[in-house]
């Protein structure tokens, strides 16, 4: 089952900040984030894991409420690169069992 | 530089044909991913394979098939029974430790007509 991802879009002023929301039905194992650009392959952000482990990216944070099963990344200062679509993709609980399954996305719109 | 490729970036078929797209990756990375990608669904997951010679469907296998002879090598077919074929597909592999970034393909977009 696909996680919730809200809001489906949003458009910025450069150097505003935007939170994008994941949520999930399951008990979740570990959140991950990918920005996608048009036309482009999708690009690592971050990995959240159960437990408090984070990886990825220096410029862009996110939290993981594992009670909630939800996931939030926060890009604060937004640049004009920051513009694309933002997917999150979840593990069920029990461990990596490699099976990532992703919400339908937020388009993220950072305007002059 | 490693990475992954997919072949061919434009396909067209006529209906009812099957029809394979190629996934090959240089990053030896044992597992391996294929989502189906249309406007307004995001990313979702076909079929997916932690080892040689072994995948497992995810969901939306139906009229897909996957084969995974080789460590470098995840082709998908897309069979006459799949009922709406056209769209973006990307291929993807990870690092055998789970929970590792996914590395994306740039996609092959398949017209069926």
């Known amino acids: 089952q696909q996680p919730v991802q809200s809001p489906q879009a949003v458009i910025l002023r450069e150097g505003e900040d935007a939170v994008i929301n994941c949520s999930s039905s399951?008990?979740?194992?570990?959140v991950h984030w990918y920005r996608q650009k048009h036309g482009e392959a999708p690009v690592f952000l971050m990995i959240?894991?159960?437990?408090?482990e984070q990886k990825g990216h220096e410029k862009i944070s996110a939290s993981f409420n594992e009670k909630k099963q939800q996931s939030s990344l926060y890009l604060t200062a937004s640049q004009l690169s920051y513009s694309g679509t933002y997917f999150c993709?979840?593990?069920?609980?029990?461990?990596?069992?490699?099976?990532?399954?992703f919400g339908k996305g937020t388009l993220l719109t950072v305007n002059p | 530089d490693g990475g992954i490729t997919q072949s061919p970036k434009y396909l067209f078929r006529k209906e009812g044909q099957n029809v394979t797209l190629s996934c090959e990756q240089n990053?030896?990375?044992?597992?391996m991913y294929w989502y189906r990608q249309d406007p307004g669904q995001g990313l979702r997951l076909i079929y997916y394979?932690?080892?040689?010679?072994?995948?497992q469907k995810g969901d939306i296998a139906e009229g897909y098939s996957v084969s995974r002879e080789k460590k470098e090598s995840f082709p998908l077919t897309v069979t006459s029974a799949q009922k709406n074929p056209t769209a973006f597909y990307l291929c993807?592999?990870?690092?055998?430790?789970?929970?590792?970034?996914?590395?994306f393909g740039n996609g092959t977009r398949l017209t069926v007509t």
């Open positions: 993709g979840t593990e069920g609980s029990g461990g990596s069992n490699y099976k990532l399954t």
């Open positions: 399951k008990a979740l194992y570990s």
């Open positions: 959240l894991l159960k437990g408090g």
């Open positions: 990053l030896n990375h044992d597992a």
């Open positions: 394979s932690q080892i040689v010679n072994d995948f």
């Open positions: 993807a592999s990870m690092r055998a430790q789970g929970s590792s970034p996914l590395h």
